[in-house]
């Protein structure tokens, strides 16, 4: 045997006993997720963030545990939403806040409350299976429970309780009997057990268990400026401050968010894609004295009479969402890729906003808005004062198609994924994707979700909550933001 044969023979030997080396670019909650399963699960992951910290993106309030706020999306985008918010809760069960979600069709919009019940029976159904599966999936309060109908005086007989014990999902209802004008709406009104997800104690989770796997480097303030692929894999050129370098890896993770096509056109992997600016607004309510669900009122997109939502949080303050050109959605802040480049070009403004952040007059002026425009269905809600700055950012969508709300990773060649979700619960099946793809897991079908993530499992409550105040604080908002309300 000739010496150069031998020679290369030891090497394909070395390299089959070396961990997989994988650069995941972007630390989203995406980037974050797989990155951290990935290392877990045996790979020798560097998490490439360009921002100074984790999971500091688009604004994150909802599971969306059956996309019942989405009346436009399939029934299949709804189940496939239902399991990955299953999942989400068993990974990351200290980001929950725990209540329900009221969903109202309005007088003024055109759909019908009942129209909801056939998706909601499926889900439920759906969920029922999943639970008698496996136990653990039992993390949206009893099947029987996913739902409920409230006729009119269902909602009436509540406005002079009290509110006492919010196990029972009737307790939820009180503020709503108290405080908004039933008149503007159709009945019956539905409670579905949907939850709320914190961003900022997702990001302290990602920060804290990252921090503690050895094979995960967390690479922050690092940006990546080119990319030349060969058949064994990555050489990848990076800089950080004043220093720039470059690297080999196996595989490459484009987990880049709303930038993910500005990686597909480095590394020349076209890919057809929507990217939409939005924003929620953080008030505080003085008055409000009671704990409150989640509240979505009906209505159509983009039109100045498009959904309200009103999301709680500790100490009176509450996220809106209002999905008009005033509030939430910007006129021409959806834009498409073209043949030109994979990247999407928001207009100036809205990169400034992402980019410098917002001027004070601006915020004032639509965050009092999206005040007005809850108060036209909760008229107590006008006393509702600026309680911080907007949670903003873009949002990518996949494909051709603006509605698609369920996605995960999508692999191209032998050493290429980009991540692409649009909802936060999408994250853990394009890690499981990544996972099987790169021959990771050892095909145990009885492996258990929260076993891929010791680390995550391992964390308490107060060091995720303590974290996650530390975290609202450096990025400009309230504290309350970061704490568990509803059921603890």
Not at 454 to 477: C, F, H, I, K, T
Request: hydrophobic share 35%; with cysteine; proline share 5%.
């Amino acid at each position: 045997m000739s010496t150069s044969i031998y020679k290369r023979i030891i090497e394909l030997m070395d390299n089959q006993s070396k961990p997989i080396s994988v650069a995941v670019v972007g630390g989203g909650i995406s980037g974050s997720t797989c990155a951290m399963l990935l290392a877990e699960q045996g790979a020798n992951v560097s998490l490439i963030e360009k921002g100074p910290s984790l999971v500091n993106g688009p604004p994150i309030c909802h599971l969306h545990a059956g996309g019942n706020l989405y009346r436009e999306i399939s029934e299949h985008q709804c189940l496939e939403l239902l399991r990955q918010s299953i999942d989400t809760v068993r990974l990351y069960p200290q980001c929950l806040n725990v209540r329900p979600t009221v969903v109202a069709v309005p007088k003024s919009d055109n759909g019908d409350p009942l129209a909801l019940l056939p998706r909601l029976k499926l889900i439920q159904s759906t969920y029922q299976q999943l639970v008698s599966q496996d136990e653990r999936n039992s993390v949206l309060g009893e099947p029987a429970d996913y739902y409920r109908l409230y006729k009119r005086e269902d909602i009436e007989a509540l406005a002079n309780s009290t509110q006492t014990d919010l196990k029972d999902i009737d307790q939820w209802l009180i503020p709503f009997a108290k405080h908004v004008d039933l008149e503007q709406l159709k009945f019956p009104i539905v409670v579905v057990q949907e939850f709320g997800l914190s961003v900022f104690r997702m990001a302290a989770m990602a920060d804290l268990a990252v921090s503690t796997i050895p094979s995960c480097n967390v690479r922050l303030n690092t940006e990546l400026l080119g990319a030349s692929e060969s058949e064994n894999g990555w050489r990848l050129e990076l800089r950080n401050g004043d220093q720039t370098y470059s690297q080999h890896f196996d595989y490459l993770v484009n987990a880049s968010g709303f930038e993910t096509g500005k990686i597909d056109d480095l590394v020349s992997k076209p890919k057809q894609r929507f990217v939409e600016f939005k924003a929620a607004y953080v008030t505080r309510w003085s008055d409000c004295n009671e704990q409150w669900p989640e509240v979505i009122f009906h209505g159509e997109r983009g039109t100045p009479k498009g959904m309200a939502q009103l999301t709680p949080y500790a100490g009176g303050y509450f996220q809106l969402h209002g999905m008009t050109e005033e509030i939430t959605l910007f006129k021409g802040g959806l834009v498409g890729s073209s043949h030109l480049s994979s990247q999407p070009r928001l207009p100036n403004a809205y990169t400034r906003k992402i980019n410098q952040g917002w001027s004070n007059e601006i915020q004032q002026s639509r965050t009092e808005k999206a005040i007005h425009h809850l108060a036209c269905f909760i008229p107590s809600f006008v006393t509702a004062q600026v309680g911080g700055k907007p949670l903003y950012g873009a949002q990518q969508i996949p494909g051709n198609d603006p509605s698609l709300r369920a996605a995960d990773v999508h692999f191209e060649g032998n050493n290429y994924a980009r991540v692409e979700i649009v909802k936060a619960s999408s994250a853990i099946d394009a890690a499981m994707k990544l996972i099987k793809h790169l021959g990771l897991s050892d095909g145990n079908a009885e492996q258990i979700i929260e076993s891929y993530s010791p680390n995550l499992s391992g964390l308490s409550a107060n060091e995720v909550v303590l974290r996650a105040e530390e975290l609202a604080l450096q990025r400009g908002y309230p504290v309350e933001l970061a704490q568990v309300s509803g059921l603890n």
